[in-house]
Structures are given as C-alpha cells and as structure tokens.
C-alpha cells in the first residue's frame, strides 16, 4: 500500500475520492464507505478498522508481532531484588535522533513480582531513571525507524488503497495518525 505523508498545522481532512469529510479539528474521524481504518499514533496498537480483511490481515500481523518484541528485562534494584519488568513508557524521544540516556525519561514500567505483575513505585521509577548504564542500554534498543502501523501498511496488499499519514501539531504538541482510504469509492 502507497502511504503518502502530509505535514499540516490543522485536522481537517476529506477524502480525496469522494470529497466527504474523514477528520475535522477536535473530532473524531467520520467512517465514511472510503475510509477503511485509522491508526493514531497514541495507541498504535489498536486501531479503528471497519474492513474485515484488512482487520484479519491485522490481527494476524500484530500477533506475530508482539511475540517476536516481547522481552522482559530484569533488573537488580539497590534493596537486592531482582525483578522483571515490562511495558517501559519512555519520554523525550523526538525521533530525529538518537536519543542519550540524559534524554529520556521513565514515565512508567510494570514489574513483576511473585509472579503478579504490577505498576512500579515511585521509588522504582526514580531508581531507574537514576541509572544511567540501564538507560544507555535501553537507548540502544530504541529503533527511531521502527512503526508497527508503518510497517504493516507498506507490506499489505490493497490495490487502489492508500494510507494517508498526517501529522499535525506545534514543536511542543504533535499529533499523528494513518487513515486508510479506498480510492475506488465512488462519492455516496
């Protein structure tokens, strides 16, 4: 599937086959015929598909998927636990760079601990964000041109689709989102 990328300082967006409104400013998306499914940057994982091939070729793909970057890392906290831990939710990446342990920070991780997973303490964070070996490593981890939605939608085969990306937004805000449309569609 072609995906064509357009930087815009708004979110209004009509379909270019049938002229009907996709996205306005502070709206949800408008599931038009042509308008096939939508993935938004901030929960890429869970996209908005209303075509049910596309949604079995999805579920398929994510599966495999999560199996294959699935790690758990343990980690030697100073009180001498060794815990595993997952679900890393990092901050100050800008994807322009490679970023430096001084760049990021932990927001959030689950650790798990006799089995039961859980959130971490704030004592856990700050321990982690502390760290500057364990940060180095996870910034060597980081794939700046990794998109599990991107990496889908340039493999999946639809003739007469294609995936428009936008982003939108300020230096401080941005925003982003594929919206798959089905050039095909006649105007309804």
């Known amino acids: 599937m072609q995906i064509i990328d357009l930087n815009l300082d708004h979110w209004n967006f009509f ?3 049938t002229g009907h409104k996709i996205q306005a400013d502070g709206e949800e998306p408008n ?4 308008l096939k499914g939508v993935w938004v940057k901030e929960t890429p994982n869970n996209p908005q598909i209303k075509d049910p ?3 079995h070729a999805w579920n398929k793909f994510i599966v495999n998927f999560d199996e294959e970057s699935n790690q758990d890392r343990n980690y030697a906290f100073k009180n001498g636990s060794q815990l595993d831990i997952d679900n890393i939710a990092i901050y100050g990446i800008d ?9 990021i920070i932990i927001g959030s991780f689950d650790v798990s601990e006799n089995g039961a997973w859980r959130e971490a303490t704030h004592r856990e964070l700050n321990e982690i ?8 490593d996870l910034c060597s981890d980081i794939d700046l ?5 991107n990496d889908f939608l340039k493999n999946y ?3 007469n689709w294609i995936a428009f990306y936008i982003c939108s937004g300020t230096a401080a805000f941005n925003d982003s989102a594929y919206y798959i449309i ?5 105007s309804e």
């Open 15 to 17: 379909c270019p086959a």
């Open 31 to 34: 599931f038009t015929s042509s």
């Open 53 to 55: 091939c596309l949604q």
């Open 95 to 103: 994807q322009l760079s490679r970023p430096t342990p001084s760049d």
């Open 129 to 136: 964000n502390e760290d500057q070996a364990f940060l180095h």
């Open 145 to 149: 041109n990794a998109s599990v939605a």
């Open 157 to 159: 085969n639809a003739p």
């Open 182 to 186: 089905d050039m095909n569609t006649t």
